[in-house]
């Protein structure tokens, strides 16, 4: 199997490629250095959350679009055997069941998120937008004018480029499942 690393390589490579960019447009674009940006394309560096997230921003894909492999005619796959995204001292757990990739302008996720957790939504590049469902518990949606509650059975859809955090508000896990579209 691919290390991350030449995963993000040959990503970056064929993205920066399609996109029609030299590596100079591309430093431009992203603040990554020229030098850097020949050995992120090499595999022989290893970069940072936050060069993925500058290069995601700059080239207007979304992150998994570095870390993701082709995809094949059928895949299956467990939930079991998912690594999650996780923080607030483990609190929350972020599933990507279904990740971003060339043609498909979605991402899936599970969450399930332990009494009190916080997490705050990552900037996403403008115009992408999630759409949530919660199975169970009570989910607190903080936006900078205004809070939103959601409980078993809600859904709801949001812009992902503006700053919100979610929070567990209720009693118990809340499990939920969260669609994330970004734009053509």
Known sequence: MENLNQTIATNL???????????????????????????????????????????????????????????KPFTQGTKRSIAPLTGDDGRYRLYPIFNFRDGQDFEIFDL???????????QQIHGTREFITVYSGELTLIFADH???LKAGDHASY????????????KGMVTANIVVHYPN
């Open 13 to 71: 490579k064929e993205i920066r490629r399609k996109k029609g960019l030299n590596l100079e447009q591309t430093s431009a674009l992203t603040s990554i250095s020229k030098s850097m940006l020949s050995q992120l394309e090499r595999g022989e560096v290893n970069p940072t959350i936050t060069t993925v997230y500058k290069l995601a921003l700059g080239l207007k894909v979304p992150v998994t679009a570095f870390t993701t492999h082709k995809p």
């Open 112 to 122: 399930e998120f332990d009494e009190n957790g916080l997490m705050s939504g990552n």
């Open 147 to 149: 809070e939103y509650v």
């Open 159 to 170: 812009n992902a480029f503006d700053k919100y955090t979610y929070k567990n508000s209720g």
